[in-house]
T-cell receptor
């Protein structure tokens, strides 16, 4: 199947700094990407939907100024956690859907584990 | 998206079939049923999806009831590597995919 790659897989940062996570579709063009966050022993929580060339749509309760999403090309979306704090420590996962069939599956990245000290 | 409900946990003996149910009673006519699984600290892995008809692939079978209000994922011969959290999602097109709490399947040796 198609491959979605995230980078970095693990990142540790100091409180107050910003961290950027990249999500790339390696062998297909992704018109829509989704960003999820997952806390330990919990399910994935949708944060936002990003469409190439337009602003991301954020879920209720997700601060758009804190979690900046950029989907500048059909193969790359980035999530920037600005002024990170310990409560932002989580597992961040992106997923992508190709521009073809409306019935096809989502392809997920490997996830990025953020630890804020 | 339709809300899905799944039992929180299940056990299955190695080599036996694992049958994981999902309720999606408010699914709309154009929404597909997707199944994913997540092994600890990894991204979810696609398993199978379907609309009305039963589906089978190399990983699993999907049985959807005629009224489409529920479905069952069948792993025909469960192995220890099938231990994971299994998620059922009802969605269509590029509309957002909402994960429920999933079923934590433990395959026992």
């Amino acid at each position: 199947g198609a491959v979605v790659s995230q980078h970095p897989s693990r990142v540790i940062c100091k409180s107050g700094t910003s961290v950027k996570i990249e999500c790339r579709s390696l062998d297909f063009q992704a018109t829509t990407m989704f960003w999820y966050r997952q806390f330990p022993k919990q399910s994935l929580m949708l944060m936002a939907t990003s469409n190439e060339g337009s602003k991301a749509t954020y879920e209720q309760g997700v601060e758009k100024d804190k979690f900046l999403i950029n989907h500048a090309s059909l193969t790359l979306s980035t999530l920037t956690v600005t002024s990170a704090h310990p409560e932002d420590s989580s597992f961040y996962i992106c997923s992508a859907k190709g521009g073809g069939s409306n019935t096809g599956e989502l392809f997920f990245g490997e996830g990025s584990r953020l630890t804020v000290l | 998206d339709a809300k899905t409900t799944q039992p929180p946990s299940m056990d299955c003996a190695e080599g036996r079939a694992a049958n994981l149910p999902c309720n999606h009673s408010t699914i709309s006519g154009n929404e597909y049923v997707y199944w994913y699984r997540q092994i600890h600290s990894q991204g979810p892995q696609y398993i199978i999806h379907g609309l009305k008809n039963n589906e089978t692939n190399e990983m699993a079978s999907l049985i959807i009831t005629e009224d489409r209000k529920s479905s069952t994922l069948i792993l025909p011969h469960a192995t220890l590597r099938d231990t994971a959290v299994y998620y059922c999602i009802a969605a269509w097109g590029t509309y957002k995919y909402i994960f429920g709490t999933g079923t934590r399947l433990k395959v026992l040796a």
